[in-house]
Nanobody
Framework: QVQLVESGGGLVQPGGSLRLSCAAS????????MGWYRQAPGKQRELVAD???????NYADSVKGRFTISRDNAKNTVYLQMNSLKPEDTAVYYC????????WGQGTQVTVSS
């Protein structure tokens, strides 16, 4: 079955950086739109950034200028570079693959705290 495996989460101080990775298997990766979502305690899951199979990336207003999504089709991997992290970025971050059908990773915790 399709697998999306996230990594790279952790605890970081405000102003710090993290890079999340999501490795996909058993899909034709280059054809899929890939995205990162997050869900904070007590809140709904929200889109952070996505990148289509061909075209420009899109970002939530709250992360524009701080986060960068990228993909490596040769490695079946999508990345989320997160800079200037803030406490309000604390959440579980989920990888998503979409092309008609939709698939989710298990999530990785990102905690921004001093």
């Amino acid at each position: 079955q399709v697998q999306l495996v996230e990594s790279g989460g952790g605890l970081v101080q405000p102003g710090g950086s993290l890079r999340l990775s999501c490795a996909a298997s058993r899909i034709n990766f280059r054809l899929y739109a890939m995205g990162w979502y997050r869900q904070a305690p007590g809140k709904q899951r929200e889109l952070v950034a996505d990148i289509p199979s061909g075209g420009s990336a899109n970002y939530a207003d709250s992360v524009k200028g701080r986060f960068t999504i990228s993909r490596d089709n040769a490695k079946n991997t999508v990345y989320l570079q997160m800079n200037s992290l803030k406490p309000e970025d604390t959440a579980v971050y989920y990888c998503n693959a979409a092309r008609g059908a939709e698939y989710w990773g298990q999530g990785t915790q990102v905690t921004v705290s001093s």
